[in-house]
């Protein structure tokens, strides 16, 4: 399973992005998360969300500023990024649960077997 992600960019700070991610194979049975890793920082949980659409989590320095969300029928994860920071500025990865049909919360990337090749977030000031 190959994943696309994609809608990266410079952003001044406050401002907003949406990015995308797209599994090569239908994986609405799976959970799907975003990881970010800035650099000389280990791989930071971002946010997750279930099979079932309505179960979503995050990592603590997003919450209330990040959203994540899912399309079944677009085989298609969105993360929208409002109020943005430079600290928030990192190469952003998506990743496939490998668990099908968790209903737990998948905070850890060892939870995750699928990773897509990353999108760059830059945050200026």
Do not use: H
């Amino acid at each position: 399973v190959q994943l696309q992600a994609s809608g990266g960019g410079l952003v001044q700070a406050e401002g907003s992005l949406r990015l995308s991610c797209t599994p090569s194979k239908p994986s609405s049975k799976f959970g799907m998360g975003w990881f970010r890793q800035a650099p000389r920082k280990e791989r930071e949980f971002v946010a997750g969300i279930s099979w079932r659409t309505s179960n979503t989590f995050y990592g603590d320095s997003v919450k209330g500023r990040f959203t994540i969300s899912r399309d079944n029928a677009k085989n298609t994860v969105y993360l929208v990024s409002n109020n943005l920071r430079p600290e928030d500025t990192a190469v952003y990865f998506c990743a496939r649960d490998k668990v099908l049909y968790r209903d737990g919360e998948a905070k850890s990337e060892y939870d995750y077997d699928y990773w897509g090749q990353g999108t760059l977030v830059t945050v200026s000031s």
